[in-house]
Nanobody, 131 residues
Framework: EVQLVESGGGLVQAGGSLTLSCAAS????????IGWFRQAPGKEREGVSS???????????YYADSVKGRFTISADRAKNTVHLQVNNLKPEDTAVYYC?????????????????????WGQGTQVTVSS
């Protein structure tokens, strides 16, 4: 059974940092894409970042324009965990952050930040940024 459990959210001041973690079980990173998404109150869920593992490299990472240069996704294959380092946080980053997974064979590059393409989801972790 595929399971995803997020942790690491919290309340921070603008300019602060957090490390969000997504502990995955029931599947192999080699077969799945892991994505981070967020949903603010009254807004649609949006893609933030995704990680595509590779047997031949450290993997490929993708970011939404709104977070490039501030967020970094990484994977600890030994612990089956994907981290999202979020730096220089802004009040507009306030949202529930979710990690999700989808089989690599189900998506192409243009799909990697599209939440509609992901079938497995965690319960989310709240990030609140005060001004």
């Amino acid at each position: 059974e595929v399971q995803l459990v997020e942790s690491g959210g919290g309340l921070v001041q603008a300019g602060g940092s957090l490390t969000l973690s997504c502990a995955a079980s029931g599947f192999s990173f080699d077969d799945y894409v892991i994505g981070w998404f967020r949903q603010a109150p009254g807004k649609e869920r949006e893609g933030v970042s995704s990680f595509v593992s590779s047997l031949y490299s450290d993997g490929s990472t993708y970011y939404a324009d709104s977070v490039k240069g501030r967020f970094t996704i990484s994977a600890d294959r030994a612990k089956n965990t994907v981290h999202l380092q979020v730096n220089n946080l802004k009040p507009e980053d306030t949202a529930v952050y979710y990690c999700a997974a989808v089989l690599k064979s189900y998506v192409v590059i243009n799909d990697l930040l599209d939440p509609r393409k992901y079938g497995y989801w965690g319960q989310g972790t709240q990030v609140t940024v005060s001004s």
